[in-house]
């Protein structure tokens, strides 16, 4: 951080942090169910039968200092049709104040899609934020090593903890 004459009046500094003003304008993005999300991150829609909707709230808020400017949301690539987003003209968010907007997910089959979201804007640092929208089964790879180890076990366990002599039985 550091302290800087203000343009036009010498007795008055401003803070920079980064080379970036503070009081530019400061994008963020969240989702209502999970929270702040970052450039780059992806988002879970969860699971959605063939021919159903899945709906989720985002909202974008300026932290910043002064208005921010949000000159589209779109959406690209991959299964792009089987998600909606708005689609915006110009919109200004002013300081400390947020727009809320819905992203659906309506698949016709049951695929693993994947579309990203693209949120442009004057934000000095981020200017074009990305999400990854996705479909819930791509996370969901289950480990089944320890209970496999278990039950391939499983007569030994029960014979030490038993008193009885089982494992010839098994």
Same mark, same amino acid.
């Given at each position: 951080l550091d302290l800087v004459p203000s343009s036009g009046d010498a007795g008055n500094m401003r803070v920079v942090e980064d080379d970036f003003p503070v009081y530019a304008p400061g994008l963020d993005i969240y989702s209502v169910d999970k929270g702040e !999300?970052? #450039? =780059?991150?992806t988002y879970n829609f969860g699971q959605a039968d063939p021919d159903s909707t899945v709906t989720k709230s985002f909202y974008l808020k300026n932290g =910043? !200092?002064?208005d921010v400017q949000v000159s589209t949301i779109a959406l690209s690539g991959g299964d792009v049709a089987?998600?909606?987003a708005p689609t915006w003209s110009l919109t200004t968010i002013v300081p400390d104040d947020s727009v809320f907007f819905n992203a659906s997910y309506n698949p016709t089959v049951m695929n693993d899609d994947t579309t990203t979201i693209r949120i442009s804007s004057d934000d000095a640092v981020s200017p074009d934020f990305d999400?990854? !929208?996705f479909r819930a089964d791509q996370d969901e790879v289950r480990d089944y090593t320890e209970l496999l180890k278990i039950f391939l076990n499983?007569?030994?366990i029960v014979d030490k903890f038993? #008193?009885?002599?089982l494992r010839s039985a098994w």
């Open positions: !999300l970052a #450039n =780059g991150d =910043g !200092l002064t089987s998600f909606t999400i990854t !929208l499983l007569p030994y038993s #008193n009885h002599k």
